[in-house]
T-cell receptor, first 116, second 111 residues
Framework: GAGVSQSPSNKVTEKGKDVELRCDPI?????LYWYRQSLGQGLEFLIY????????KSGLPSDRFSAERTGGSVSTLTIQRTQQEDSAVYLC??????????????FGPGTRLTVL | GQQLNQSPQSMFIQEGEDVSMNCTSS?????WLWYKQEPGEGPVLLIA???AGELTSNGRLTAQFGITRKDSFLNISASIPSDVGIYFC???????????WGAGTKLIIKP
């Protein structure tokens, strides 16, 4: 079956512009995560969706960042008024389990965002 | 945000050599995970550890969950060219689903 897909794979934008990044999780996975990976760093948690529960937005670095998940499937991460420090790879992951169990997160290939 | 201390940052080894990397934390974790990331791909789970002292193997890979619950190591025996990539440790504090990530160990195999 298809894995997690993300689009676009690369995005170059000018400072101050808004960008939208898309994630298509594995069908049937109820949990969806967004991470940010800066060069030479580990993954930084951004936001978590689980079923119909309110998302955990505790990792979003500023109010310029927002995300939504429509119909419990596709998710869009939006960054408004992009800054150069937003440049990073944005990774999406999905999993079957919820909040109380360790589970396997399956990652997409990421979107490389470059803000000029 | 909080990160684990992962070392070494990079390794240059000959094919056939054994590899060892580790992660330490000032906090206790209930789960330790080891992932591998190749260029242009997302991380892929290699080994998951759920119990202090647990030693788990996956082919040539062996990982252990430290007794103190504040560290873990990953060993790769008899390295081969396809082992190149960045290896990440990740810890799960408590029952929280969030993972805390190390900065990665880049493995390079000299021809």
């Amino acid at each position: 079956g298809a894995g997690v897909s993300q689009s676009p794979s690369n995005k170059v934008t000018e400072k101050g512009k808004d960008v939208e990044l898309r994630c298509d999780p594995i069908s049937g996975h109820t949990a969806l995560y967004w991470y940010r990976q800066s060069l030479g760093q580990g993954l930084e948690f951004l936001i978590y969706f689980q079923g119909n529960s309110a998302p955990d937005k505790s990792g979003l670095p500023s109010d310029r960042f927002s995300a939504e998940r429509t119909g419990g499937s596709v998710s869009t991460l939006t960054i408004q008024r992009t800054q150069q420090e937003d440049s990073a790879v944005y990774l999406c992951a999905s999993s079957l389990a919820g909040r109380s169990s360790p589970d396997t997160q399956y990652f997409g290939p990421g979107t490389r965002l470059t803000v000029l | 945000g909080q990160q684990l201390n992962q070392s070494p940052q990079s390794m240059f080894i000959q094919e056939g050599e054994d590899v060892s990397m580790n992660c330490t934390s000032s906090s206790i974790f209930n789960t330790w995970l080891w992932y591998k990331q190749e260029p242009g791909e997302g991380p892929v789970l290699l080994i998951a550890l759920y119990k202090a002292g647990e030693l788990t193997s996956n082919g040539r890979l062996t990982a252990q969950f430290g007794i103190t619950r504040k560290d873990s190591f990953l060993n790769i025996s008899a390295s081969i060219p396809s082992d190149v990539g960045i290896y990440f440790c990740a810890g799960q504090p408590g029952s929280n689903y969030q993972l805390i990530w190390g900065a990665g160990t880049k493995l390079i195999i000299k021809p």
